[in-house]
């Protein structure tokens, strides 16, 4: 297989963007969509494209890690630190997953950790710190595709082909586990509380908890 983009969503303020961003990435050719903690998100403004997408959950960023580098990815956070590398150098070497910040705050201390290198979108105008990161997201991926030599998707008058969805399809609004990883989750969040990922009570009937309404029937 040739070269592959992901995105790894962690922490994300707006559940909404998710959705967002799922159509970005369908559009630029990413291959998974990783989501690290919570698993359930708002597929608004998605447009239908969670439907041509693989989603992935990992319970902890270092389980995703380990998953992207047995794929022999390096992680890219996208901030701006000392280092960072201006994305229009395009200073990719190989499969890439990228890893995206909090809108607010930033990628976090443990996030920067499990990062080969950064990149930083240039800007030109004074009139904003910082980019939307469903916006931030599209240029970096377009920037990847460029790069990854992606062909470009074929044109239908001023539109380009959608391809047809798959004939299974479910509810896109959360990541699906096996019975196996549900349990392990539980057990998980009952020892460590997700460090904030769930509702803070921990009950069940939560409705930021998506696990018994989807997998417990």
């Known amino acids: 297989m040739g070269v ?14 998710v959705g967002t961003l799922a159509r970005s990435a369908t559009a630029f050719g990413v291959s998974e969509l ?6 359930d998100f708002n597929a608004f403004g998605s447009h239908g494209s969670t439907s041509h997408l693989r989603f992935r ?3 902890s960023l270092i389980d995703a890690r380990l998953y992207l580098k047995e794929k022999d990815c390096d992680i ?20 890439t997953a990228f890893l995206l910040g909090n809108e607010g705050t930033g990628l976090s201390a443990k996030e920067c950790e499990i990062c080969d290198f950064f990149v ?19 240029i970096i991926l377009h920037h990847f595709g460029v790069w990854a030599g992606f062909p470009e998707r074929n044109r239908d ?14 509810r896109r609004n959360y990541c699906t586990e096996t019975t196996e990883s549900l349990i392990e989750e539980r ?28 997998f417990g029937s």
């Open 76 to 95: 890219c956070g996208v901030e701006i630190t000392d280092d960072a590398v201006a994305v229009n150098q395009h200073p990719f070497k190989k499969s």
């Open 187 to 214: 057990k998980a969040r009952r020892e460590n509380a997700f460090h904030g990922f769930f509702d803070e009570s921990g009950k069940e009937s939560s409705p930021s908890n998506l696990l018994d309404a989807l």
């Open 120 to 138: 930083y979108i240039p800007q030109y105008g004074g009139g904003t710190a910082s980019l939307n990161v469903t916006v931030a997201a599209s």
């Open 157 to 170: 008058g001023n539109k380009f082909l959608v391809a047809e969805k798959p004939v299974k399809q479910v």
């Open 57 to 59: 959950h990992f319970h």
């Open 4 to 17: 592959e983009s992901f995105v790894v969503i962690h922490n994300i303020a707006k559940r909404h963007n």
């Open 34 to 39: 990783i989501l690290v903690g919570r698993r």
